[in-house]
């Protein structure tokens, strides 16, 4: 059977030449990067080249800026809650949106619990924040605005550059969650008055268990790991010289690859065109132009995102859901919940999102197996008939 991954938003299969530049570090490069001698030189060096690595792929001023940490989900933790405390003698006020990564919705009711106070913005039918509404949500207290690039289940870009400039005027430090938006858009930290940003190894087929965050020289962070002075004493614990390698490389690959992105977005719409020619009752969530172009979160009226993904999967084609099963209770999606969503589709959406593997045959194999699924479903679906 034709295996089809459609769910790259959620991990990628890590390149080979990833996987080539690592494999010595496993070996015969096994110093310590703090070693002075010639068995950890080699591993300092392997690092620093690797900074530099995704520095360029961020487009930052300076390498240093770039500390590497186990992921997306600490990248987050580290910026906001370092950023929260060390500035907490001049604000207790944090800024966030209502259709974050739970990496930092968690955080943000987290800090709530410790006294701090969070603002989380709501977002328009195509999950795009209001900048009226965040200019009103600033206060002196507020320290720290952090939205996301875009989002991970729609692919919803935000309004990066003007978040920036509305934070930079009242002096407020900027950090947004670019796991998604890394390796798919093409921008420069430097020019954009963004402060701190996190990625993700393994969401730009790297490696998992590595990511960055870019910290822009002078920005006030207190670590949340401590220990040794690693990391410009703002992480530490030995490092993963592997993994940072690995990251490195996949930086290198994902800058030279961008313009690549363009196809994967050809291949998405031609799946929308080839679903929707044969399917009614098709919903597209997210913004129909200012989205990541991997990403198609499309809902089928009246069903049930989980039952279209199951059967997907028997004919061999990953994908996954919008909304996340908590305890075997279905839970709709925040992120769907958020964009105002009708009841009849915040259950049956399903998040196609493509990579750099994918094929057209692979799309044809989706348009061919798609509809007599819905058709099947549609027709033991009580609440179909009723609502036509
Ligand atoms: C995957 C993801 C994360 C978490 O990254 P990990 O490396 O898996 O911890 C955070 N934010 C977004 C938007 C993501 O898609």
Redesign the pocket.
Known sequence: MRRVYLDN?ATTRMREEVLEAMLPFYKDVYGNASSIHQFGRPARKAIDAARIQVAELLGAARPEEIIFTS????S?NFAIRGVMQALKAKGNHVITTVIE?H??LNTCKALEKYGYKVTFLGVDKYGVINLEELKRAISNKTTLVTI?YAN?EVGTIEPIIEIGKIAKAEGIYFHT?A??AVGKLDFAVKDMNIDLL?I????IYGP?GI?ALYIKKGTKIAPQILGGHHEMAKRAGTENVAGIVGLGEAARLAKRDIPDESRIKELRDYLYKGITSSIEDIHLNGHPENRLPNTLNVSFTYLEGESIILNLDMEGIAASTGSACTSGTLEPSHVLTAMGLDAVNTQGSVRFSLGRDNTKEDMDYVIGVLPPIIKRLRAMSPLYEKGK
């Not at 993700?200 to 969401?203: Q, R």
């Open positions: 938003n992921g997306g989900t600490e987050d990564h990496a930092v996301m991970n969650d796991v998604q996190s993700s190894g393994h969401k998992k990511g």
